[in-house]
């Protein structure tokens, strides 16, 4: 069967808030061609007529289909979510017609800074923005800066969220109309991440129990060591200074950094806000930017585990590289290796990196300390 499909004009969109339909935000992957778009692509639905799908690479487009044709004719599949990666390249192509858009799956604890959408009642819209202040009743949302949207890919998207708001700029709403932004980054944890549940308690996450319906993450507890199994609704990501990250949303994502302060949006609420990272890769020369908790993940440890300690010092501390070694290169940025004290001198510090081979003197970097990072993990 051929659906009609066009693209939405101007101003025409679908019916959000209490008038919304049951098909809003849930994903559909195409078995078949439709129009200009092919088998195998992500859809987002808004109701049974209008939808948003990728066209040819470059853009995000709303769809509607013949009133007289509606799509849902020709649905028979379950609801599935997409995988990161077309989430992230929806993201980079976002246009704007995702900003209403929220997601399906129970996810971690809300915190300050968390991407979200609220239904506003009686006004019978929706509204995305930033979490900025809550309480178990209700919740304020940032959903603009003087009276202009937010943009996601702004680099001072923190800084802005900060500014004082003007009327309109927050709007208030029930607790219960909150849902996480389909763009959101903090819905699932990864195993190695640092969380905090709901009675304070920090722990490592060792195992992630993906079931839709009732996802559960086993957490070991850094006090007493003991293995916690909770619901992932109950916990939310956790950093201390010093932390080795990466950015997984936003304006730097993909770069990696050293959490030098945490910043809160709301004394009140010492949960998520947001991160002033010094990043580490090889371009950015030691550049401090500020980015939001929930875009940013532990480094795995895979970039960081431990080798077997060749020196003879007796010892082994590990440190990564964040800035120029004594001659100002910055080649090694961003690398892990170990710590030579023998072979250090008062604030010039011996260092072997891991990419090498063998342990020989004529292999040693020597860095300023203010160069490493000291990992005091225990990997």
């Given amino acids: 069967m051929t659906i009609p499909i066009r693209r939405a004009r101007d101003g025409e969109r679908p019916a959000t808030g209490a008038q919304a339909h049951p098909w809003r935000c849930r994903w559909f992957e195409l078995d078949y061609n439709l129009g200009n778009l092919t088998g ?55 246009n704007g017609l995702l900003g209403d858009t929220f997601t399906h799956c129970i996810g971690m604890a809300f915190s300050t800074g968390t991407q979200v959408v609220a239904d506003i009642v009686p ?10 202040n809550y309480d178990e009743t209700y919740a304020q949302i940032r959903v603009s800066v003087e009276g202009r949207s937010i943009p996601r890919q702004e680099k001072r998207l923190v800084q802005m969220l900060m500014t004082p708001a003007r009327a309109g700029d927050i709007v208030n709403a029930p607790r219960t109309s909150i849902r996480r932004h389909v763009l959101a980054h903090d819905c699932r944890p990864n195993i190695g ?5 709901e009675a304070g308690e920090v722990g490592d996450v060792e195992k992630v129990e993906d079931n ?64 002033e990272l010094q ?70 510090v011996a260092l072997f990196l891991d990419h090498q081979s063998g342990c020989q003197l004529s292999h040693l970097r020597y860095f300023p300390e203010s160069s490493l990072c000291r990992l005091h993990q225990t990997l």
Avoid at 123 to 132: H, M
Avoid at 228 to 257: D, P, Q, T
Avoid at 279 to 306: G, H, N, S
Wanted: neutral net charge; hydrophobic residues 35%; charged residues 25%.
């Fill in 193 to 197: 991440d640092v969380v905090e549940m």
């Fill in 123 to 132: 006004a019978g819209t929706s509204k995305g923005g930033y979490l900025v």
């Fill in 212 to 275: 839709n319906r009732n996802p559960l993450v086993s957490v070991r507890q850094t006090t007493n060591k003991e293995l916690l199994v909770v619901g992932i609704s109950k916990v939310r990501r956790y950093f201390c200074v010093g932390n080795l990250v990466r950015v997984v949303g936003g304006a730097y994502c993909n770069k990696s950094g050293i959490v030098r302060q945490k910043i809160h949006f709301n004394e009140a609420k010492k949960d998520g806000g947001a991160l």
């Fill in 40 to 94: 195998g692509q992500w859809i987002l639905f808004e109701d049974s007529e209008f939808f948003i799908a990728e066209e040819l690479g470059m853009t995000l487009q709303r769809f509607r289909c013949s009133p007289s044709c509606p799509i849902e004719d020709c649905i028979t599949d379950t609801w599935k979510e997409p995988p990161q990666s077309v989430l992230r390249g929806w993201e980079l192509l976002d």
């Fill in 279 to 348: 990043l580490i890769d090889e371009d950015a020369r030691q550049e401090l930017v500020l980015v939001l908790c929930t875009d940013v993940v532990m480094l795995p440890m895979e970039a960081t585990k431990k080798r077997n300690d060749s020196s003879g010092d007796g010892k082994e501390e590990r440190a990564i590289v964040i800035g120029p070694d004594i001659r100002g290169g910055f080649s090694s940025v961003g690398q892990p290796g170990l710590i030579l004290p023998r072979n250090s001198k008062g604030n010039i």
